[in-house]
């Protein structure tokens, strides 16, 4: 059965602390990795990783995919209180019926005191 | 550019009631799903259409939920007869490319 793993469940930190998130794996016919941020209502993609060690930045967000390992990285430096959320890691699939389709996991909660 | 739009955002119902949830994709997005999100829990694709036709159910409780898609645009998810274990937030998401897919805002239900 496929996997999707997030660690740690939660996590408090203050602002202008660094934090690293973690997602580890398990699929069949892996294709992609992706981040999403979902604070109160829906989530919002962050990041697509379909290559390995090549690191994707957005301003203080970035991470990077091992698919040796099965396991990716979300790195946020100089937390700020506006990236209180819960982050979200999902794969997808490169064919078959699961073509399009992307398991979650279960998400880890940042929250962020001033 | 309009995004995915859901309707109702909160609904509460008794058990063993009907419920009955809209999506409006984002124009021109071929792709289509629902997922179901638990508290706690990340979302589980329950239905993924294609246009019209279904790409994958497997995880559809088809004895009491259904899933519609309407002319390749709208689409509605009814349950019936919901259970207290139905509570949840279900996500309607929309794509025109399969590894980016956008997000409503959700349906909040309750089942007491």
């Known amino acids: 059965e496929d996997k999707v793993v997030q660690s740690p469940l939660s996590l408090v930190v203050h602002e202008g602390d660094t934090v690293t998130l973690n997602c580890s794996y398990e699929v069949t016919n892996f294709r992609s990795l992706l981040w999403y941020k979902q604070e109160k209502k829906a989530p919002t993609f962050l990041f697509m990783l379909?290559?390995?060690?090549i690191e994707k930045k957005s301003g203080r967000l970035s991470s990077i995919l091992d698919k040796k390992e099965l396991f990716s990285i979300l790195n946020i430096t100089a937390t700020q209180t506006g990236d209180s959320a819960v982050y979200l890691c999902a794969v997808s699939y490169r064919g078959g019926t699961s073509y399009g389709k992307l398991t979650f996991g279960q998400g880890t909660i940042l929250t962020v005191h001033p | 550019e309009a995004g995915v739009a859901q309707s109702p955002r909160y609904k509460i119902i008794e058990k063993r009631q009907s419920v009955a949830f809209w999506c409006n994709p984002i124009?021109?997005?071929?792709?289509l799903y629902w997922y179901q999100q638990i508290l706690g829990q990340g979302p589980k694709l329950l239905i993924q259409?294609?246009?019209?036709?279904?790409?994958?159910d497997s995880q559809l409780p088809k004895d009491r939920f259904s899933a519609e898609r309407l002319k390749g645009v709208d689409s509605t998810l009814k349950i019936q007869p919901a259970k207290l274990e139905d509570s949840a937030v279900y996500l309607c998401a929309s794509s025109e490319r399969l590894y980016e897919q956008y997000f409503g805002p959700g349906t909040r239900l309750t089942v007491t």
């Open positions: 379909t290559s390995s060690g």
């Open positions: 259409f294609q246009n019209n036709g279904v790409v994958d």
């Open positions: 124009s021109g997005h071929a792709t």
